[in-house]
T-cell receptor
Framework: GQQLNQSPQSMFIQEGEDVSMNCTSS?????WLWYKQDPGEGPVLLIA???AGELTSNGRLTAQFGITRKDSFLNISASIPSDVGIYFC???????????WGAGTKLIIKP | DAGVTQSPTHLIKTRGQHVTLRCSPI?????VSWYQQVLGQGPQFIFQ???????GRGNFPDRFSARQFPNYSSELNVNALLLGDSALYLC????????????FGPGTRLTVL
């Protein structure tokens, strides 16, 4: 079945650093979604991508829809403490009724 | 505008019991989806409802059931609880079925002892 693989699993960064993470699949996706989840809360939609090659920004966040439609990337520039959390990629299955999710990338800022 | 609301926030049950979780979607959203999130993993799709009809079902046993009401709120029921049902249950709403931009509630944390 369709699966999403996220890397890295976790990241330790210094405040002010740029962050890059990615999501890959063996299947083609027509939509890529990036969510952030804080402890004890539900995921919050950050960026939605609908077209291969699309580059979309939301403040300091930038996400790209890979040309092959099998991957997507999320970059965070000049990280700040509130960026801490778990970042998930998600995409609709062929049935389009459900989202499948990666296992997440946990972002931790070193003190 | 109120976001997606879920109740209760936390719940403790014992094996064999049943549980009902509730969700109210964002005003104007007609589709509700339920997900189960086990610690350390991404959410797993359970159900999607649109206009009171089931539109999709994930790979969960028949102990899991749901329904959607005329006001678009929804309930998730789980019977004969197992220890492995302990998880965060998330509800997400969207304008229509197949709308991939889903907005999530804070979840209900279920602990089965």
């Amino acid at each position: 079945g369709q699966q999403l693989n996220q890397s890295p699993q976790s990241m330790f960064i210094q405040e002010g650093e740029d962050v890059s993470m990615n999501c890959t699949s063996s299947s083609i996706f027509n939509t890529w979604l990036w969510y952030k989840q804080d402890p004890g809360e539900g995921p919050v939609l950050l960026i939605a991508l609908y077209k291969a090659g699309e580059l979309t920004s939301n403040g300091r966040l930038t996400a790209q829809f890979g040309i092959t439609r099998k991957d997507s990337f999320l970059n965070i520039s000049a990280s700040i403490p509130s960026d801490v959390g778990i970042y998930f990629c998600a995409g609709p299955t062929d049935s389009n009724y459900q989202l499948i999710w990666g296992a997440g990338t946990k972002l931790i800022i070193k003190p | 505008d109120a976001g997606v609301t879920q109740s209760p926030t936390h719940l403790i049950k014992t094996r064999g019991q049943h549980v009902t979780l509730r969700c109210s979607p964002i005003s104007g959203h007609k589709s509700v989806s339920w997900y189960q999130q086990v610690l350390g993993q991404g959410p797993q799709f359970i159900f999607q409802y649109y206009e009171k009809e089931e539109r999709g079902r994930g790979n969960f046993p028949d102990r899991f059931s749901a329904r959607q009401f005329p006001n678009y709120s929804s309930e998730l029921n789980v019977n004969a609880l197992l220890l492995g049902d302990s998880a965060l249950y998330l509800c997400a709403s969207s304008f229509f079925s197949g709308d991939n931009e889903q907005f999530f509630g804070p979840g209900t944390r279920l602990t089965v002892l």
